[in-house]
């Protein structure tokens, strides 16, 4: 069933486990992941993000997403991640997304606010949610959300990008965000180092806001990360870098072998993606939750 973020991360932050995000551009990576929900009866949120629109175009991700969503056993949102622009913004609410992230976490406070509130309020009359960042997620190398903004504040210290607890507050009142993205140490992309968390600081975000809390940059953490993240007070956890490498990977190893045709290539890469998402979802806490 074709829901939006409230119906599956108000009961999340509620009984303390989290939801996974895993992007999802084509109809195999659906199939993989929305597969693995439905086998282990656990909500998911799918999507895309502006910067992968290059590789497939908003209007197709809808064109698969959407139906397969609404044809579910278990709830799943349709989510547009990183929305970088206002426009993308509002074509995925007119495409039948459910959810929307408008990162404009590199603006000033000021225009992060102003902007984030002008978007929920469209989005909530489309019946549609809206995830908001504050502080800055950080960018490893090469990551798909490298953007060169992100030191524009002038500041190489990467807890000076961190979420302001008072301040998640007083955007949280302010833009009516159904959830928030927080800087508590991770990055997009894949780790060359393991990160540390600043796991108190998601705790007193946590105490001080309502809103259900979000952790970009999970592809590469450990599991004791994710559990005591979730512990903390995270319930939307975005993966992408894990499912996309292993489901390159399954093709050329499965060519190598001797399948030398697209059909056999795509059902291996079904196999490998719902398999890691059935393992994130148990991690997660999030099987059996339906």
Do not use: W
């Amino acid at each position: 069933m074709l829901v939006n973020l409230n119906k599956v991360l108000l009961p999340a932050r509620q009984k303390k486990y989290g939801v996974g995000l895993f992007n999802a551009l084509n109809s195999e990576m659906a199939r993989g992941i929305i597969g693995a929900a439905e086998k282990l009866r656990s909500p998911v949120i799918v999507g895309t993000a502006e910067v992968l629109l290059p590789f497939s175009p908003l209007e197709c991700v809808a064109d698969v997403l959407i139906p397969k969503a609404k044809r579910a056993s278990v709830p799943v949102v349709v989510h547009y991640d990183h929305g970088l622009t206002f426009d993308k913004c509002v074509e995925a609410l007119k495409l039948g997304f459910t959810s929307i992230m408008y990162d404009c976490s590199t603006d000033s406070y000021a225009e992060n606010v102003r902007k984030v509130a002008e978007l929920t309020r469209m989005a909530h009359a489309y019946g549609a949610t809206v995830e908001g960042e504050l502080g800055h997620v950080g960018d490893n190398e090469g990551s798909a959300e490298a953007n060169p903004n992100a030191k524009a504040h002038g500041s190489t210290r990467p807890e000076d990008f961190y979420t302001d607890p008072k301040e998640a507050a007083d955007f949280v009142r302010k833009t009516h965000v159904d959830a928030l993205a927080i800087a508590v140490g991770t990055a997009h992309g894949a780790y060359k180092l393991p990160p540390k968390l600043d796991f108190e600081r998601i705790k007193k975000i946590r105490d001080t806001i309502p809103t259900p809390l979000v952790l970009h940059g999970g592809s590469g953490l450990s599991d004791e990360d994710f559990k005591k993240s979730i512990a903390c007070g995270i319930s939307k956890i975005n993966i992408f870098t894990d499912i996309n490498a292993a489901a390159a990977k399954a093709a050329f190893v499965a060519y190598n072998e001797g399948v030398d045709a697209m059909t056999g290539i795509m059902n291996v890469q079904v196999e490998v993606i719902q398999y890691l998402a059935e393992e994130k979802m148990r991690l997660y806490g999030s099987a059996g939750k339906v």
